[in-house]
Every structure is written in structure tokens, then in C-alpha cells.
């Protein structure tokens, strides 16, 4: 199977030295390196910066997508999008690969990897991962190489802060995978792999385990895994300096039997998070120990406005750095469901369902400024943008449609 091609593509004078070094050292520190995006400040406890903000308002965006049964799509499609007009500008195809259902940037913004999710790359029962290069000019993506992904039909993507890691969950294979990249930023293959074992009460969607998404702690010291056929959020000890990955004490949270977890997030602060449960369209709250990366339930809340008896799966959650609020996406009651969180005890309040302008929300991404939603309407084949109230979380559209062919996947890359 072809998976990629190119986008059509010294006492004073010892004073005087303390200076000098003073001097050097602080500009040292206070010097980005060179090609470097310019990286938001943290607190250590504090939930680490998705994508930096650009001092100008500029940023390029990704959209991942998915190309078979059916899709129009090619591969990952390319935006220019200027944070102070809100004016959207397509750049087009970005590069031509296979089911890239889900992408992630370096933190030097130079390079994006993609998982591809099918189930028989270089034989079966295994998907791939796939390295680019990023010209921030065009927004054109350039092939570097692939990867086995070690388990059949990866869905989630991440780099570690550091740039040396790609994480990648596989859905299907239901395992979860470490890649070290290499200074060229390719790929080099796994230095952990970790297949999960057992099953849920749901015997059409937990059948065996299906690893759905993996995401690291602010200090890189843990990985959290939401395993949506075991009802398990996992937690593993990620070691950086090898790339490897060791249960954690203990090595998982149950959520509810049936429940279906997807997706996770942290609050500003790192000390509650949240994960969406697909199967149960609800999400879960917990309280985190960040320093032993250890998580107790405190309330799980319903997705869905009241008396709705539909059909619905959960997809998306995020809670942008800026606001308090967490928003995610109910695909079948096509909207964004929207909650007030509550800064002492984690906990949530329903604020409203804003339709999502389309069928399938299958993904949403905040701009790094926390002004703008994109909902990523998979079935409509569009994006449609909302404008954030930072004051009350309400979500107005913009007006803003954009057509991508099954966009499963939203991610920003600063200018800067």
C-alpha cells in the first residue's frame, strides 16, 4: 500500500566580570534557539502549553482526515489562520498519505507526524506512523519516513515537550507504542511497546482492549492512557531519557462498566482531570496527584441535554488554558457540549449544547488564543468555526464554514 507522496507538494574588576557572566548567562536563558517557536511560560505543576501562542497572531494549521471507505480526502490538508482578523486562508493538499486520522507538531514546529490508521501496513494487525517535514512558508509537508506502528489502527498521536518521543496509541491492536525521533526527524522504531489484555461488558465495542488515546503529565513523568474496551485509564512511568514505559502503582482507574473512555484532559493546574466516555456519553472528573500520578473519580456527568434518546458517541474533550470551561463533542446529537468547571472542587456544571453546524463531531481544536472553537464535522464533510465568550464559555458561529473532506483532526503551529 502507497501510503505518501509530495505536496503538488573581576575588587571592580571582578565586579565587572560577575557582570559580564551575569550578563551572558541571562541572555542565554532568555534567548530562544535559533528556529525555535517561542514557547508560553508554566508553572512545573501546571498543565504544559498544547501550542505556543504567536506574538503576531499568526499560525498554520492541520486538519487530518480520513481517505478510504468512501472519502474524497487525500491525506492532511494545510490553513493559514491570523488570530486577530479571524481571516482563514487554504493552502490545500499538505501531503498525500493514507487514513491520517490524527496528526501532532514538534515543539520546534519543523516537523509533524501522523499516525495512519489502517490495520495491514507492512503486513497485518499493525498501522502506521509517518514523519514530515514542515515548510512554514507553504505550508507543504514533506515525507521523512514511517513506522510501524505496532498494532493495527492508530488513532492518537503525541510528542513529548522535549521533541525526543512520539507516543502513539493503537486502537484496534489495542496497545500503545513509544518512537524515538531522530535529529533529522524521522523516526526511529519503538523503544517500548505495551499490548493491553481483557475485555468489557459491551460485547459489540469491548470485545478486547482498544487503546483510544495517550497523553503525557506537564513534567513528562507519567503517560496517561484511555483504554476505551477495558474501561481503564492507565497510568505508565515514562522515562525520557530511554523512551520506555512501566506500569505506575497503581497502573489504572476504573471508570464505569460500559463506559468507553476516549479521551483525557488536564485542568490548567493539573490537579483534576478529565476523560470523555464514548459508549456512556458522559465525562468523568478526577482529582490528580500529579506527584505520584495517581487519579480518584469525583463525578461523572452526562454529555446530553435532557429528555435526548437518540444515538450518540462521545469524541472530543479540551479545556483551553485561558477559560474555565471544558467543552466536548457529541457525535448524534451533532453539538458541543459545554460546562463551567468549578476552580476549587474540579467539578462540573452543564452550561448549554451548541449544534455543531453538521453530522459527526468527530473533533474540535481552541486556538491557542482560546478565542476560537473549530469543530471538525467528520459526516459533512466541513469545519465550522465558533467564537469563544471567555466570560460564560457561550460558543457563537462565526459564519465561517470551511469544506474538508472527513476531517478527524485538528491541529495549530505558530508563525513564530
Known amino acids: 500500500m502507497r501510503f505518501h507522496s509530495g505536496m503538488k507538494n573581576s575588587r571592580h574588576s571582578l565586579s565587572a566580570l560577575n557582570l559580564l557572566v551575569a550578563v551572558v548567562v541571562l541572555t542565554t536563558l532568555l534567548t530562544p534557539l535559533a528556529g525555535a517557536a517561542p514557547q508560553a511560560v508554566y508553572s512545573p505543576g501546571a498543565a504544559a502549553p498544547a501550542t505556543p501562542v504567536s506574538q503576531q497572531g499568526k499560525y498554520l494549521f492541520y486538519v487530518g482526515t480520513y481517505t478510504e471507505e468512501g472519502s474524497k480526502s487525500k491525506g492532511i490538508y494545510a490553513y493559514r489562520f491570523d488570530s486577530n482578523t479571524a481571516e482563514i486562508t487554504p493552502l490545500g493538499l499538505a501531503a498525500e498519505t493514507t487514513n491520517p486520522s490524527f496528526v501532532a507538531v514538534h515543539p520546534s514546529g519543523r516537523f509533524l507526524y501522523a499516525v495512519n490508521e489502517v490495520g495491514n501496513y507492512k503486513g497485518p ?47 484496534t491492536g489495542g496497545s500503545v507504542a513509544v518512537f524515538p525521533v531522530l535529529p533529522d526527524g524521522k523516526l526511529g522504531e519503538a523503544t517500548a511497546f505495551v499490548q493491553h489484555t481483557g475485555h468489557g461488558p459491551n460485547a459489540k465495542r469491548q470485545e478486547g482492549p482498544h487503546a483510544h488515546s495517550i497523553d ?51 485542568y490548567p493546574s493539573a490537579k483534576f482531570a478529565y476523560v470523555v466516555n464514548e459508549l456512556q456519553s458522559t465525562v468523568t472528573v478526577f482529582t490528580n496527584d500529579a506527584e505520584a500520578g495517581a487519579l480518584h473519580s469525583l463525578q461523572t456527568i452526562s454529555t446530553l441535554p435532557k429528555g435526548f434518546t437518540g444515538e450518540n458517541d462521545d469524541a472530543e474533550i479540551l479545556v483551553p488554558r485561558s477559560i474555565k470551561f471544558l467543552y466536548a463533542s457529541n457525535r448524534g446529537h451533532d453539538s458541543i457540549a459545554v460546562f463551567a468547571i468549578d476552580p476549587d472542587k474540579g467539578t462540573l456544571t452543564p452550561v448549554e449544547d451548541i449544534p455543531t453546524q ?27 468555526v465558533f467564537k469563544i465568550d471567555p466570560k460564560t464559555g457561550h460558543l457563537t458561529p462565526t459564519g465561517q464554514v470551511l469544506d474538508v473532506p472527513s476531517p478527524v483532526c485538528i491541529k495549530f503551529l505558530a508563525m513564530e
Open 358 to 384: 453538521g453530522k459527526t463531531p468527530r473533533s474540535f481544536e481552541v486556538t491557542p488564543t482560546g478565542t476560537f472553537l473549530f469543530a471538525a464535522n467528520q459526516k459533512s464533510d466541513n469545519i465550522v
Open 125 to 171: 494487525n499493525s498501522g502506521g506512523v509517518s514523519a514530515f517535514s514542515i515548510d512554514k512558508t507553504t505550508g507543504k509537508l514533506t515525507f521523512l519516513n514511517e513506522v510501524a506502528s505496532r498494532g493495527a489502527d492508530p488513532c492518537y498521536i503525541t510528542v513529548e515537550k522535549n521533541g525526543k518521543y512520539v507516543l502513539v496509541a493503537n486502537y
Open 216 to 266: 503525557l503529565s506537564p513534567d513528562n513523568r507519567f503517560a496517561m492512557v484511555d483504554d476505551l474496551g477495558l474501561d481503564e485509564l492507565l497510568v505508565y512511568k515514562f522515562d525520557v531519557a530511554k523512551g520506555t514505559l512501566t506500569p505506575n502503582e497503581p497502573p489504572f482507574t476504573k471508570l464505569d462498566p460500559g463506559a468507553g473512555p476516549r479521551h483525557f484532559a488536564l
